[in-house]
């Protein structure tokens, strides 16, 4: 894939080049810079894990990952060309179009190859052969899974259901002598309670003999984790029950991800903010925007904007905006039902307090409310709230009439938090734009 990456942004840019009647100064400038940004793409994208196994990777995520290795190579170049002072060399046309033509022709690869390797995985070949050993219940659900799950390409080959006795070690032990060296299967799998930890750590004493990749499933079936991962603390292992994969690299990729993107919304939405803005002053007067203290990241606090679209009115309490509710304006309405009311909060995103996805920040006080009533609630303030979510794209937003409702969205929330990637990002941000604007809600 590497090489393919940098064959097609060649071929790309060097037919865009062809097809477009540029004076060119110099062709050998030109080849010159088609050849850096060739490199650069594959070697960038090798920093950002663009290349690894796409085995049980979602193609949102690997698009994403794609784009902003593009991004990040045409920054790197622009940088390079300003350096140099040698911006005036080039035909600004040419590198939009070629930039625009080397994102668009790796997408596809990337997108025909993904489709073309789910058919052939769900057809039976291109298979990983998995051995598993375990527990009754718990082989019966990874089977289960990877039966539910046929594109992905694992196949069961065998299983050693585990009595719970001193002879299936035994057994286990000649079993991993007599297939050191040739073996029918290319991973193992233990399912096992994570209270039988000494149990996995006697399995995998006795497995370490075989050279191949050995995974162990853990069964927490009464303990809620959230993306959780093993850590090293003060010399001892550690499983982190709530870690949100947010965290180093990660948390800098989405926070580049709101600030180009939340940038670019902004310049692209500007002339609709300040046309709102005039309209609001015109017809229910100032104040023009709606501040409001909201819990954010880590229950920090953090102040919100909103266009206003109530009358002005003094509440110990927040309420919340109900059908007929007598407080919203005509203009109101027609803000709330198209989301235009949410617009300033890009500002938010670019204060760095908010993201573009994410939960959707609660008024403070219903915080405090529905934190006492759902266990899991305030887990969703692990990342930073967003202006959309996976919850408000299906169709779980607006009022919250009983605690049932809220806990609906909670886990939506925190599907979105475990299940974190780029491409996720940008999957939600494109059903915003096809069905979460218009807004049935109050």
């Known amino acids: 894939m590497r090489c393919f990456d940098a064959a097609i942004a060649m071929v790309a840019a060097l037919l865009t080049l062809w097809a477009i009647p540029v004076e060119l100064i110099d062709v050998d400038d030109y080849f010159f810079l ?25 193609l949102y995520t690997m698009l994403g990952v794609y784009f902003l290795s593009w991004l990040a190579t045409i920054g790197l170049i622009s940088l390079l060309l300003v350096a140099t002072q040698t911006t005036h060399s080039f035909s600004r046309l040419w590198m939009g179009l070629a930039a625009l033509a080397v994102l668009f022709s790796g997408s596809l690869l990337r997108t025909s190859l993904y489709a073309y390797l789910r058919h052939v995985r769900a057809l039976g070949r291109n298979l990983k052969r998995v051995l598993l050993i375990g527990k009754p219940e718990n082989i019966a659900l990874l089977e289960q899974r990877i039966a539910d799950l046929p594109h992905t390409g694992y196949l069961i080959v065998g299983h050693h259901i585990d009595p719970a006795d001193e002879d299936f070690l035994k057994h286990i032990a000649e079993f991993a002598k007599a297939n050191t060296f040739q073996r029918g299967f290319d991973e193992i799998w233990l399912g096992y309670p994570l209270v039988e930890g000494g149990r996995v750590r006697k399995l995998m004493s006795l497995l370490a003999g075989i050279p191949i990749t050995v995974r162990f499933f853990p069964d927490l079936p009464d303990v809620r984790l959230l993306n959780h991962r093993i850590t090293q603390v003060a010399g001892l292992y550690s499983l982190e029950l709530n870690h949100t994969p947010l965290n180093g690299p990660k948390r800098l990729l989405k926070a580049l991800e709101d600030r180009v993107l939340g940038l670019l919304l902004l310049i692209i939405f500007m002339p609709v903010i300040v046309i709102v803005a005039i309209v609001i002053r015109w017809e229910m007067g100032a104040p023009v925007l709606f501040k409001q203290e909201r819990h954010g990241l880590d229950g920090k606090c953090f102040k919100i904007y909103k266009f206003r679209t109530m009358k002005l009115h003094a509440e110990s309490h927040t309420k919340q905006a109900s059908h007929e509710d007598q407080r919203i304006t005509r203009l109101g309405r027609f803000l709330r039902r198209t989301s235009l009311d949410e617009l300033p909060q890009l500002y938010n995103v670019l204060q760095g307090r908010m993201s573009l996805v994410g939960p959707r920040p609660h008024a403070m006080d219903h915080n405090d409310h529905y934190k006492d009533h759902i266990e899991i609630y305030m887990q969703r303030h692990r990342v930073k709230p967003g202006m959309t979510g996976w919850a408000q794209v299906n169709g779980l937003r607006g009022i919250t009439e009983d605690v049932k409702l809220m806990q609906r969205r909670v886990e939506y929330d925190l599907y979105y938090i475990e299940n974190w990637s780029l491409g996720f990002d940008l999957k939600i941000l494109v059903m915003t734009i096809t069905r979460g604007f218009i807004n049935t809600q109050p």
């Open 34 to 58: 088609i050849v850096i940004g060739c490199l650069l793409l594959p070697a960038v994208g090798e920093m950002l894990g663009l290349y690894q196994p796409w085995r049980g990777r979602s």
